[in-house]
Every structure is written in structure tokens, then in C-alpha cells.
């Protein structure tokens, strides 16, 4: 039986951050209940695929999946044990720390769901205010202790870098409150102005490359000195906490998206639902086809994915050229990867060149 | 066929922007030769034509039949001239193909280096110059002061000139009465032995070259075989007859006196000189006209496709360019850096410039030029002298015992608040001020020397610049003289990059090194590793700059299983990168290339 993992988005939230990209919407009344049918209806349309796998990762993404209410969610996960789950999958439900009360969350731990993760983004008033977030670190810290309350152990915390108004000081002490909440896993991002968000029109002032830089070695460099192993460019992780979830993303396993904007790697072939939510609730389907991929995709996937993991890439089975070993070494020398025994391994310095290193690479190869 | 006293060969003389062609197209109109409904749809779309056909944009001559008052009928033939500097020999010869020339001034801004260059020019080829005031009706026009410049400094009396406003049409019969008083008739002996003074030539891909010539002496006729004195080359006359505004117009044969075309199976452009004189094979003239020289290029430069790929595209577009460009000579280049090219010979800064514009636009090529370069001699220790126009081949500095660049003189025309600064700027490009001449209350004429290796670069822009736009510049070829030069090279990472060397006067060496050490640095993206770029005189370095190595490229967030964003980045720098140009280990881009021509900026 092939494993699967299993992300179910939710684009609904109550108000929209002013850095964000994601495909959401401001729910009317009776959205979520239709949106979760539908969910179910799209879930029920791979009945036959579905039975030659076994899904081990569940991951309720957004949006403001925390929007669900108790009910809504125990649709969804009813829904899906009615296919082989098991028993000790991976079930992540992203969390806003101000719409998870600690009912709520007593109620998704009793469905199942094992992991969460919190959009805490930063530790400063001004901070959270600067992105729009509507919550307060009290609240993060309430939503912590609540799952906690409720059995939840595995819980993540994510952080931006490059917010508008942080200093190396802010950010230590947000990491420091992160730390303090003993989270298993922490993801810190920086903060990337995308097009099509609030932030696009109206740019806030953004650090220099240097001090990005400064900002995103200090953070794991700190992490990791209290436990937490930087597994991901930009995951942190204590030992057995990574994320399976993820994982799949990186290692090119199999994955099964649902709802609007969602993305799968299934049976081969990657496909995507139209980020069209009010067409998705009437039942169209709207899958829009990947090109098949070529040898050469897989395995410029390969590389570009697999870099993306501490554990790095065996580049072995792709036979590099004495150009491309020279390459390699040089890169080594500046220590931007470790090389040894054929399995290419970028390090911190070399993650945040990520791009540059893979397109280097992928024009040698 | 028109008699010699009824037919005027004249030119019109101005400084760009004061008017030529707007009269010129006042003329054609005042002749009836074309409407204004056929000037505006007719003209144009001939000229579509011809541009679709490969002939240069416009016809550079043209035939006009005039009837005056009295009833008496005329054929003016207007000769157009080029009128930049880089083309003062094709001005020249178009010159030597008429007896008068209309010197236009505009009135608001009174003489400028271009007019007084051609005023010149037209002197020297024996012409009478009437003087025409033009944009008489604009507010700032100064009709007393400009008519007082034209006699004070051109020295020609002007109390009589023609105060017209050739955009409005105002007074443009006073013109033409001008031209039929003042311009002479032709002389010349129809049955004398031919002697066509080749004035211009356009390459057309079905008749091949067309011929414009003057004919001074005798008669030529279609079926004719006919002699190009200066190749000896020999054609059969195809077709021969005049230039018209809409096109040809078949004749049998042309006279002494006359202005016409003709065509004789003539492949490029180079067996058609300007300049050049046609005779007929039975009954050859004795000796040539006066004052043929073969264009020589002044500036070189290196011609390489931004992808390298496209080299053959490349040497496709010069081959079609010298069709119709007989100036532009090139040959094959190669440079480390820049791998298969051409080094192109120019006969100025305008005319690279026009061949490069040319080039990309017209032909759809992306290119990289190294600096441009003069032509360099230099006396060797083993006695022999060698032109170097390429920094590539100068030699060791202890093989060379004496260095001479060629000086100009320039001529620059400036209000006076902008001396000061002018004067600096020539001082810094090694300039020797001969003189300095108040033209009137406000303007000033500078006479400099320079080399001309300090105005090929960025002269005429920072000239532009720190004058907001109003000094204008005319210079000539003086000659050659010893100099004290070495040449500089620039390393990417260690490594010379050839296409970035040049030739330059020790004392400017080291403050040239330093702001192209910069501007690259500026220019060249930061990389995976650091790069030192440096500059140096024959293995020494004596200027550094450091592009640091590149610290952030990541595109962090790839959420919900969409990599497709991802993959489409790395795309696109991919692309990007593509076209770089990879010098060792360094990525150079085309506008680090490009960067180092301006230095000024």
C-alpha cells in the first residue's frame, strides 16, 4: 500500500494579513458548512484511487482552518477515516492563536488531530499590529497552553523575519517567548512582499540583504542552540518533530490536495484545483493539469526540493561531470554545502542562496 | 532637357533643428511639385517603400520645376546634405555638386558650430551663399541680432536675407526668387568628354546601386559605357534620368548643368564612391574632378551578438548594412570574453552610433560594443611604424619607442554662463584652448585641439550636459602627435577580460581605472562568490573594486505542495542567466558591458 498525505485547505479568514498570499476570503454564513460538503464531496470523487493507499499525513492548511467549528471539523474527519487512515498518522491543523478556543481545540484532539500549528509570527505588539494580525502574544500563549490542555503535545509555532519595526533585538526576544512556549517544532519564514497583497501596494520599508541575512543565520544558530535542529531552510525541529507532512513536499511522496488553490502530487501527475472557492462549492471541479513530467523534471525536482532538507541530495545517479564536481567544491570552500560520499548538502549559508546554488547546479547537469 | 541658364543646382546649409528640411518640404510644395494631401500620404508612402526596399529613409536629391512671374520656367535641382561632422566629406561632395547653397539660421537661436562648419564648407566649394532668417514668427525670435551674427561672424552680407517662417509657409517665394537671382547657372559643355561628379549613392535590391551624380562636363545616355575614374570599373547605363519627389523619372540622357540618377548593374555600394567621377569608356575624360578622396573610418570598435549564438546573424546584417553604408568597414574579431565578433571602422561617433542603432533596430540583433577606439601609431624599437585600432594587439610598452594619437580641432559654440564649465571639461579631456572668440554679447567660440581618443568616448553627451543642450561641436582631422600611452586592462577575478582593455594617455589611467572599476562593480550582480575586479598597467594593479558575494536568493516559503511557483522562479533565472556572459567563473552582464562606455554619468 502507498502511503499518501493529505492537505485539505481552508480559504476562509476574518480578516485578511496585510503580507499574505494565500488564496482566502472572508466567510458569509453557512460558507464553512457547504465548503466542508463539498470538501467531502471532492474527498468521495477519488473513492476508487484512494484504496490503494494509506494515508499517513493530514494536514488542514489556510486560510484560517481554526474557523471551523467543532462540528464542521468532525464532518471532515469523519469523512476521511472512512478511508484507510493510519493509525498513527500525522494530523496538523493550523491554528490562528485568536480563533482557537480551548474548547475548540479539546474537541479537534478528540478527533484526532495530533499536531498544531500556530501563526504566532512574532512576539511584539508592533509587529503583529504592523502585519495585521489581530491577535496578541497572550493569546498565542493562551493557545499554547491550550492545546497542551487538550493533549496536544506536537505543536509548531510560526515566525516571520523582516517584519516592518524588528530589530535583531525584537527578534531575539520574540524567539526567546517562541522557546519559552516549548514548542516541538518552530518554522520561521521571512517576510517576502508578494504581489496581490496589501503590502505589494503599499511596500513597507524592507531590511538590506545583509541584515536579512544577520537575521536568518542568528535565528537558527540560536534554535538550534536550544535543541531545535534546522531540518528545512526555514523548519526547526526537536529530534523526531519534523514534519511528515512537509517532508512529503521535499521528498517528492505522494500527496493529495483538497479544496480551492490546493495542490497534489498524485498517481504521477501534479494538478491543482482553481482558486475559485464559490465554484468549488457548487461542485465544479475545475482540476487544472500539470504538463506530464519528463525525466529532466523529475530530476530538476529532485534537486531543487531535496536541497531544500539538511539531509541534502544523493546526486550520485546523476553522474556529475568533472565540471560540475569542480563546481561543488568550490561551493564547499566557501562553505555553502558539504559534499561527501556523493550526497550534496547545502549548509546555512548556502540555504539562503538556495536559488542561485540550484540553477547554478541545474544548468551543469 | 532645360536650358543651362534656366536650371539652379543649390543646397540647403543649417545646424540641426534650424529648419532644412521643414524648407526643404515648404519648396516642394511651393513648386507644385506635391500638394500638401500627396507630401503628407504620397511622399510617405513612397518612402515606406523605399524602406521596405532597403534604400535610405529619404531621396537626397530632388528636381523642381518653378515658373517665376515673369513666366519664365526653372528647374531647380536641391541637393541635400548630411549634416553632421562624422560625414564632413559626403557634405562635401553633395557641396561640390551645386553653385549656391541657402544657409539657414533660426532666429531664436542665432549661429551654432554646425551652421558656421557647413558656412564654411560651402565657402570652400566656391558657392553662393544666400542667407535665410528662419522661424521669423516664434516670440523669441531675434531677426536684428541673428542678421547682424550671420554678417559679423559668417561675413555675408545679410540685409537682403529671406525672413521666413518655413513652418508656417511665411515668405518662402522670397527663397525662391533668391535662388533664381542669386544662385548661378551651371556652366559645363554638353559635348565635351562626361565628367559626373558622384554625389550620393543608394543600394536598391532590384536596380542595384543608384547613381546620384552631377554632371559637370558633357553628356551621358542610357546604354552607355561608362568608366568609374577611380576603379577603372566599367557599367552599361541602365536607366538614367531625374529625381523626383515621387520617384524616378526616365530620361534619355543627362547634360552638363544637370542633376540626375542613373543605374548600370552596379552590385555595392563601394563601386559607386561619393566623390568619385564617371566618365564615358569611348571618349574618356583627360583627368578627374577635383577632390575625391576615399572615406577612411576614424573610430573602431568591437561588434559582438549578446548571444553568442546569433554571430551569424550578425555578419548576415553587416553584409546587407555596407549595401548602403559605404563608410562602415568591418571585418571578423574574436575575444576571449566575448567569442566570435566583427571590429567595426567608423568615420565618427554619429555614424557608430547610427550603425549600431541600425543594427538592433533595423535587424533585430541584441549587441555588446567594446569602447571604441582611435587609430594608434606606433614607432617600433625594430624600426618598422604600425597602426594599432584594436588594445588587443598593442604591443609590450619595451617594444615601442614613440606613440602619436590623432588631435582634432574642434570648434564649440556656447552661451557664455556655460564657458566655465566647457572649458573645464575640455581641460580634463587634455584639450588646448587656441581660442576663444565672442560671437556676440552671450555667445562664445571655443577653438580647442583634443585628441580624438577624448571625444569618442562620452564627449558629445557630457558636452550636451553640463551646457543643457545648447553648445554645439564640429571638429576636423589635424593630424597626428606624439603622446604618451599605455594600455589598460581590466580583470574579472583575476582574470584580464579582453573585450574591457583599452588604449589611454598615462596621466588619464589611473582616474579612468578607478571609475570603471567602480561602474563595474556597480554593474556586475552580486554572485555565489566574491569577485575582485581590478585594473591594471602591464601586470601592475593600480585600481580594485570588490563585488561581494551575493547572501540572500531563497525563495523560503513553497507551501501546500505548490512548487509550481518555485520551478517557474528557477526558470527564469535560468533565462536570466543565460544572458550572462560567463567569463570564468563570473556572470557579466550586457550593461556592465555597456556601463563602461559612459563613464561620465
Not at chain 2, 293 to 304: D, E, I, R, T
Request: aromatic letters at 8%; hydrophobic letters at 40%.
Amino acid at each position: 500500500m502507498n502511503k499518501l498525505g493529505l492537505y485539505i485547505h481552508i480559504p476562509f479568514c476574518r480578516q485578511k494579513c496585510q503580507y499574505c498570499a494565500f488564496y482566502s476570503s472572508r466567510p458569509r454564513p453557512q460558507d464553512i458548512s457547504r465548503y466542508v460538503k463539498a470538501v467531502v464531496r471532492q474527498l468521495d470523487s477519488y473513492d476508487e484511487d484512494l484504496q490503494d493507499y494509506h494515508i499517513d499525513t493530514v494536514y488542514f492548511g489556510g486560510g484560517t482552518p481554526s474557523l471551523l467549528s467543532e462540528g464542521d471539523m468532525a464532518q471532515l474527519m469523519d469523512a476521511i477515516r472512512r478511508y484507510p487512515l493510519s493509525e498513527h498518522a500525522e494530523i496538523t491543523c493550523e491554528c490562528n492563536p485568536d480563533s482557537a478556543t480551548e474548547n475548540k481545540l479539546l474537541s479537534y484532539a478528540s478527533l484526532g488531530i495530533n499536531r498544531i500549528s500556530i501563526g504566532m509570527q512574532s512576539g511584539q505588539q508592533d509587529e503583529l499590529r504592523a502585519l495585521g494580525r489581530l491577535h496578541t502574544h497572550e493569546k498565542t500563549a493562551a493557545c499554547v497552553a491550550a492545546c497542551k490542555q487538550a493533549g496536544i503535545e506536537n505543536i509548531s509555532l510560526d515566525l516571520l523575519l523582516s517584519i516592518p519595526h524588528q530589530t535583531p533585538d525584537s527578534l531575539m526576544d520574540s524567539l526567546q517567548k517562541a522557546v519559552d512556549l516549548h514548542p516541538a517544532h518552530l518554522s520561521v519564514y521571512g517576510l517576502k512582499i508578494e504581489e496581490k497583497t496589501p503590502f505589494f501596494l503599499d511596500p513597507p520599508p524592507m531590511p538590506d540583504e545583509d541584515t536579512e541575512w544577520e537575521a536568518y543565520q542568528n535565528t537558527f544558530a540560536f534554535l538550534e542552540s536550544m535543541g531545535y535542529n534546522q531540518y528545512e531552510i526555514s523548519n526547526a525541529a526537536k529530534p523526531g518533530f519534523e514534519s511528515r507532512h512537509n517532508n512529503k513536499y521535499w521528498k517528492r511522496d505522494e500527496t493529495l490536495g483538497l479544496g480551492p488553490a490546493a495542490h497534489s502530487f498524485f498517481k504521477g501527475r501534479r494538478f491543482y484545483q482553481e482558486a475559485d472557492t464559490a465554484a468549488f462549492m457548487q461542485g465544479n471541479k475545475n482540476i487544472v493539469q500539470e504538463p506530464p513530467l519528463t525525466a529532466r523534471d523529475i530530476l530538476e525536482e529532485t534537486v531543487m526540493l531535496g536541497l531544500r532538507l539538511k539531509e541534502g541530495v544523493d546526486v550520485t545517479p546523476l553522474s556529475p561531470s568533472p565540471q560540475t564536481i569542480s563546481f561543488l567544491e568550490q561551493l564547499e570552500k566557501e562553505a555553502y554545502c558539504t559534499y561527501h560520499k556523493g550526497v550534496l548538502s547545502l549548509t546555512r549559508k548556502g540555504f539562503f542562496l538556495s536559488n542561485t546554488i540550484i540553477t547554478s547546479l541545474l544548468n551543469l547537469i | 532637357m532645360s536650358k543651362q541658364e534656366n536650371i539652379r543646382n543649390f543646397c540647403i546649409v543649417a545646424h540641426i533643428d534650424h529648419g532644412k528640411s521643414t524648407l526643404a518640404d515648404r519648396l516642394l510644395e511651393m513648386t507644385h511639385t506635391v500638394s500638401g494631401r500627396e507630401m503628407e500620404e504620397q511622399v510617405l508612402d513612397n518612402m515606406d517603400l523605399e524602406r521596405e526596399r532597403g534604400i535610405t529613409i529619404k531621396a537626397r536629391a530632388v528636381r523642381l520645376e518653378y515658373i517665376d512671374k515673369e513666366g519664365q520656367k526653372y528647374a531647380f535641382n536641391l541637393i541635400d546634405t548630411p549634416g553632421h561632422v562624422d560625414f564632413n566629406y559626403e557634405v562635401s561632395r553633395s557641396l561640390s555638386a551645386c553653385e549656391g547653397a541657402l544657409l539657414v539660421v533660426d532666429a531664436t537661436q542665432g549661429i551654432q558650430a554646425q551652421t558656421l562648419a557647413n558656412g564654411y564648407l560651402a565657402f570652400d566649394a566656391g558657392l553662393e551663399i544666400i542667407p535665410v532668417i528662419n522661424k521669423v514668427d516664434l516670440p523669441a525670435a531675434d531677426v536684428d541680432e541673428t542678421r547682424h551674427e550671420i554678417e559679423e561672424i559668417v561675413g555675408i552680407p545679410a540685409d537682403e536675407a529671406p525672413c521666413i517662417s518655413a513652418k508656417t509657409g511665411l515668405n518662402i517665394e522670397a527663397v525662391l526668387d533668391a535662388v533664381i537671382r542669386s544662385v548661378p547657372a551651371p556652366k559645363g559643355d554638353p559635348f565635351s568628354p562626361a565628367q559626373a561628379l558622384i554625389f550620393d549613392a543608394v543600394y536598391d535590391s532590384y536596380k542595384g546601386v543608384i547613381v546620384y551624380v552631377r554632371m559637370k562636363e558633357g553628356t551621358l545616355k542610357k546604354g552607355q559605357t561608362i568608366r568609374m575614374m577611380a576603379t577603372g570599373a566599367e557599367y552599361e547605363i541602365v536607366e538614367i534620368g531625374y529625381l523626383r519627389p515621387l520617384g524616378l523619372e526616365q530620361k534619355e540622357s543627362l547634360e552638363a548643368g544637370e542633376v540626375g540618377f542613373l543605374t548600370a548593374a552596379i552590385k555595392t555600394l563601394s563601386d559607386a564612391q561619393v566623390g568619385d567621377t564617371i566618365t564615358t569608356a569611348e571618349h574618356p575624360a583627360s583627368q578627374p574632378l577635383p577632390g575625391y578622396k576615399k572615406a577612411l573610418p576614424m573610430v573602431y570598435s568591437g561588434v559582438y551578438p549578446a548571444d553568442g549564438s546569433h554571430y551569424g546573424d550578425l555578419r548576415d546584417a553587416l553584409d546587407k548594412l555596407i549595401l548602403n553604408d559605404a563608410s562602415l568597414v568591418f571585418e571578423p574579431d574574436t575575444s576571449v570574453a566575448l567569442g566570435f565578433g566583427f571590429r567595426c571602422g567608423y568615420l565618427g561617433l554619429l555614424h557608430m552610433e547610427i550603425v549600431l542603432e541600425r543594427l538592433e533596430r533595423e535587424f533585430n540583433l541584441d549587441l555588446i560594443t567594446t569602447a571604441p577606439s582611435v587609430i594608434y601609431q606606433l614607432q617600433m624599437t625594430n624600426g618598422q611604424t604600425v597602426m594599432i585600432d584594436n588594445p588587443t594587439n598593442y604591443p609590450p610598452s619595451e617594444q615601442i619607442t614613440a606613440a602619436l594619437e590623432p588631435m582634432v580641432k574642434a570648434s564649440i559654440i556656447l552661451p557664455t554662463e556655460f564657458v566655465g564649465s566647457i572649458m573645464d571639461l575640455c581641460q580634463d579631456r587634455r584639450g588646448v584652448l587656441i581660442d576663444l572668440k565672442y560671437l556676440g554679447p552671450d555667445r562664445v567660440e571655443l577653438h580647442y585641439h583634443l585628441p580624438l581618443n577624448e571625444i569618442i568616448y562620452d564627449f558629445f553627451d557630457a558636452l550636451k550636459s553640463r551646457s543643457k543642450g545648447y553648445a554645439s561641436l564640429d571638429y576636423e582631422l589635424l593630424g597626428y602627435e606624439k603622446s604618451t600611452l599605455v594600455k589598460l586592462d581590466i580583470l574579472l577575478n583575476g582574470e584580464v577580460v579582453d573585450a574591457l582593455s583599452f588604449i589611454v594617455h598615462a596621466e588619464k589611467a589611473y582616474p579612468r581605472a578607478r571609475r570603471i572599476v567602480e561602474k563595474l562593480k556597480d554593474n556586475i550582480p552580486r554572485q555565489l562568490f566574491e569577485i575582485p575586479v581590478q585594473a591594471a598597467i602591464g601586470g601592475k594593479i593600480i585600481a580594485r573594486e570588490t563585488v561581494k558575494a551575493m547572501r540572500k536568493d531563497v525563495l523560503a516559503k513553497c507551501y501546500g505542495g505548490d512548487i509550481s511557483r518555485k520551478k517557474k522562479l528557477l526558470e527564469k533565472q535560468k533565462e536570466g542567466k543565460k544572458k550572462m556572459r560567463q567569463l570564468g567563473s563570473v556572470e557579466v552582464s550586457k550593461e556592465a558591458f555597456m556601463a563602461v562606455l559612459k563613464l561620465d554619468e
